[in-house]
């Protein structure tokens, strides 16, 4: 198999336990958008039930049919903006809606009904309504509505991976003072908030519900060292050596010739590329592991396929060896957070691009998941 991505199912569901346990007081949401972090949405769903989840959070009215399809019982928020079309889906779906305006909760109504939760935008920017007053005003038309049942109260924190920053606390004190008079008229609606970094930085963002997402697959939400909360990477991404080829002084790798062998050294193809996910911004620019030991990548990152330096001697280095590209290898390990401050990204996005083309597998609790 030219790559592959395995993912430990058990780490997962030990990760979310961990993060439960952080939050004792409220439920945990785990958040399985964007095919669960690129781990796999069904599989990652099931092993953070299995490790306490008792939500599931999306972002499409796609992704909730296919965990309803796929057998998923507990409730899911569907956290994203829909069409009218969409909507119909989610409402299929069953799932849960975020309303900001009063033509959604319209609309919500129209199609027979549903449960919903209003969005206060305290400093995000994006989705939900600044306008206290509204968001009030649609939590109560919400709960007056036989067709609709006011579930939670929610915003999204802007800044809450910046450590010692204050604009956390001035989103965390607004939405406070907003839910606590709504839930006083409303008893029993979900206040919502925490995301990552918030559930792990400060535990008056719990309330009644937390909505981890990267945690729960064992990246740091601070972008440093996932040990340093307690987390597991459940993620490893690897290929092989399909290609060992001599190099002389003065000869070239791949496209533009970015690499030109100042010595006699020895090169490894190893087949997979910027269409895998293996972004072309490691290009002369990442390293990977062989046998436990550490080699440069050289030469521009292609569609399919990127090149090691293997030095003069080869590395001891065979055809059909393993090369890890993100995971363990003996004592060593690449990270997320590595190569995400190597490509200047966050550690979300080196998961979530992986692409389709590159099979998961899967080890661990659940592994029926797909």
């Not at 209003?118 to 995000?124: I, N, P, Q």
């Not at 309330?207 to 981890?212: A, G, I, K, Q, T």
């Not at 440069?296 to 059909?320: C, E, F, H, K, R």
């Not at 389709?356 to 899967?362: G, L, M, N, T, W």
């Amino acid at each position: 198999m030219r790559a592959l991505v395995s993912v430990n199912l058990a780490a997962i569901e030990r990760n979310v336990a961990l993060l439960a346990a952080r939050a004792p007081s409220a439920q945990l949401c785990a958040v399985v958008k964007a095919n669960g972090y690129g781990h796999g949405a069904v599989a990652a769903a099931q092993a953070a039930i299995d490790g306490g989840a008792t939500w599931l959070a999306v972002a499409t009215s796609t992704e909730a049919t296919l965990l309803r399809d796929a057998g998923v019982e507990v409730p899911i928020l569907l956290m994203g903006a829909l069409t009218a079309p969409e909507l119909e889906v989610a409402l299929r779906a069953q799932a849960d809606v975020v309303a900001w305006s009063e033509e959604f909760l319209a609309r919500v109504a129209a199609l027979g009904g549903g449960r919903v939760h209003v969005k206060l935008d305290t400093g995000m920017g994006r989705l939900g309504t600044r306008d206290r007053a509204l968001a009030t005003s649609l939590a109560e038309q919400a709960s007056a509505d036989a067709q609709i049942e006011l579930v939670g109260l929610m915003t999204h924190f802007a800044t809450a991976d910046e450590l010692g920053d204050d604009f956390f606390a001035q989103q965390l004190d607004e939405f406070t003072s907003w839910a606590d008079g709504v839930v006083a008229k409303n008893p029993g609606s979900l206040r919502h908030a925490a995301n990552s970094a918030a559930l792990l930085r400060d535990a008056n963002s719990h309330f009644d519900l937390v909505r981890p997402g990267l945690a729960c697959y064992g990246l740091d939400p601070f972008g440093v060292d996932p040990a340093a909360q307690g987390l597991e990477p459940a993620l490893r991404l690897e290929s092989y050596v399909a290609s060992i080829k001599r190099c002389d002084a003065g000869q070239s790798i791949g496209y533009g010739r970015s690499f030109v062998a100042e010595q006699a050294t020895t090169i490894a193809t190893v087949p997979i590329g910027y269409a895998d996910g293996w972004k072309r911004i490691f290009s002369n620019n990442a390293e990977a592991l062989i046998n436990g030991r550490r080699f440069p990548v050289v030469g521009n990152v292609s569609m399919d396929n990127m090149t090691l330096d293997l030095g003069s001697d080869g590395g001891a280095v065979q055809i059909g060896d393993t090369v890890t590209l993100l995971g363990s290898d003996g004592d060593d390990r690449i990270l997320s957070e590595q190569l995400a401050t190597r490509a200047s990204t966050i550690n979300y996005e080196i998961v979530t691009s992986i692409s389709e083309r590159v099979p998961r597998s899967y080890v661990g609790a659940a592994e029926d998941g797909s």
